[in-house]
């Protein structure tokens, strides 16, 4: 184990406090997995490479890790009440695991895009319908469930009236709740309560996912199936949770009550939370076209961008701000974000290439300082934008020591090799960068040199009206794979 005091912002208790887990050398984290009835967002892409760079670290430290994340397959409903799964299978007319195991996929092809890590255990949630059904029948046992024409519903009133602390993690009042006139519930529904939450629901007999219960035909209520995963693998009381800031209510603090209200334990001891993506300043939204997709981010076919990014500059474009922080997706940003990767890359080469015959050790507590520094930065709550500018120090310093500027001769063997180590570490180990010029046979720049020059000839063409010889290139490329794409200003090319 690294000998290091790691400490996390706490969204429970608001404070970033020493993190100290359960059992001396091992952590359990849960992650609030995707719902799987569409294509994986950007914003999605963000918080689960922020969790993926916590876990690398917490593995880089020597703890041994059990990382759940979960694969939600039913009960996580639209505010018209229809389940999101079987709103994608009537959209796309498939059966609701089809549309599952699509986007589960979907979802997986992106993450190994992005380079993440898989998680310990990834559990769906209908296929834990049991825990669920044991756990709403301890919650019913302790007096915090009722039961209203088969569905069962959370008595978040009772919970809070016995000082359990419903609210504590989201801030919301629940005596704000509780002072709405009597009145105003009338016929609302079949609630007592408005801020009470289903834990099971009866389902109508068109209804396609329904499992057999005590109280009825029905389904679980989304909030259920973390408490009952996270209990199931990682015990009823944990290390971390994790999800975006957007889950803190009602389904984190939901989390807390059902596990609160069935074991009297609090699932978590840290809260961890991501804030959101944004884009161009704005919440990313597909009502108001203010969005971009992971393909035509990685394609440039979208008129937010210029050109396509490749995954390993738009994760570099993640590091750059803290997991807790805003993240603003914009143009601008994005050609930052791809220069300072390639040059991070290109500083690993030259290192590999570097040696020193040892002459003195004058330049070792100078570099071995801002290593040091980069560590302190990832164990006070994994600031990435920190690290990565320690480590451009480190490129800086690479660079002078490789056109001799300073003198490498000054390093010692040992300081020049722990600087190798812990310079690789940071990039593939902590950050999961991948080396997408080696990737693809290091001929990239060349290759994207080449095809700058076809594009140039064929625009050549194009203006002498020598239309045959445009559409004999474009045809050739298209051979090879390659697809031109004629845009309103410039012609960009993909690889298929
Ligand atoms: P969902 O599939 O909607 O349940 O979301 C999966 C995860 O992505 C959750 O932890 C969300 O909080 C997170 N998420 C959703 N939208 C964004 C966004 N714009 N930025 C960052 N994280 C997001
Ligand atoms: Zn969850």
């Known amino acids: 184990m690294r000998n290091s005091t790691l400490k996390v912002q706490n969204s429970l208790t608001r404070n970033k406090e020493v993190f100290k887990p359960i059992n001396e050398g091992y952590i359990g984290m849960y992650v609030c997995g995707p719902t799987v009835y569409n294509d994986v967002h950007l914003g999605n892409c963000r918080t689960f490479v922020s969790f993926d760079i916590i876990y690398r670290y917490l593995l880089f430290l020597g703890y041994k890790v059990r990382y759940v994340r979960n694969i939600t397959d039913v009960g996580h409903l639209l505010d018209d009440g229809e389940d ?18 699509k ?24 296929g834990h319908i049991i825990e669920q059904i044991e756990m709403v029948q301890e919650i019913i046992n302790n007096g915090y469930g009722y039961e209203k024409n088969g569905s069962v519903y959370f008595d978040t009133v009772k919970f809070a009236t016995d000082g359990k602390g419903y609210g504590k993690l989201s801030g919301r009042v629940i005596e704000e709740l509780l002072s709405e006139t009597r009145d105003n519930l009338k016929n609302q529904s079949e609630k007592n309560h408005p801020s009470d939450f289903a834990i099971w629901m009866k389902a109508a007999p068109e209804h396609i996912m329904k499992w057999n219960s005590p109280w009825s035909v029905g389904f679980p209520g989304w909030h259920l199936e ?40 609090q699932p978590a001891n840290y809260w961890l939370h991501t804030n959101m993506l944004l884009m161009n300043g704005k919440k990313m939204s597909k009502s108001d076209g203010n969005t971009i997709s ?15 990014f490749s995954p390993m500059a738009v994760k570099f474009f993640f590091l750059q701000s803290h997991y807790s922080s805003p993240n603003d997706l914009t143009n601008d940003a994005l050609l930052a974000a791809e220069k300072g990767y390639k040059r991070l890359m290109q500083a690993h080469k030259t ?26 930065d990832m164990d ?14 480190l490129v800086t ?4 020591l490789k056109e001799g500027h300073i003198d490498i001769n000054q390093l010692s063997q040992e300081a020049l090799d722990h600087l190798k180590k ?3 570490a940071f990039l593939f180990d902590i950050f999961g960068l991948l080396d997408e010029q080696e990737a693809s046979g290091g001929n990239s720049d060349a290759l994207s040199g080449l095809m700058d020059l076809i594009i140039d000839l064929r625009q050549g063409a194009r203006t002498n009206k020598d239309w045959t010889t445009a559409d004999k290139i474009r045809d050739k490329l298209k051979e090879l794979n390659i697809e031109v794409k004629d845009g309103k200003d410039e012609t960009g090319w993909t690889i298929n």
């Open 422 to 424: 812990y310079f690789d």
């Open 103 to 126: 986007y589960t996929n979907g979802f997986h092809n992106m993450m190994a895009i992005f380079n993440t890590k898989k998680p310990s255990i990834e559990p769906r949630a209908t």
């Open 351 to 376: 290192l590999q290439s570097l040696n020193t015959k040892s002459i003195g050790n004058s330049l070792d507590a100078e570099f071995n300082e801002i290593i040091e520094t980069a560590l302190a």
């Open 226 to 265: 973390c408490s009952a995963m996270s209990t199931k693998y990682l015990g009823k009381t944990f290390d971390i949770h994790g999800g975006g800031n957007d889950l803190k209510f009602p389904h984190h603090e939901n989390e807390i009550a059902q596990n609160m209200g069935a074991c009297n334990c």
């Open 380 to 393: 006070d709550d994994f600031n990435t934008p920190r690290a990565l500018s320690r480590l451009f120090e």
């Open 84 to 101: 999101r799964i079987l709103k994608g299978a009537r959209l796309e007319q498939l059966e609701p695991m089809e549309i599952v195991q």
């Open 294 to 308: 992971p393909e035509e981010l990685f394609s440039g076919d979208s008129p937010h961008v210029t050109k396509g």
């Open 397 to 400: 310093k690479i660079n002078s």
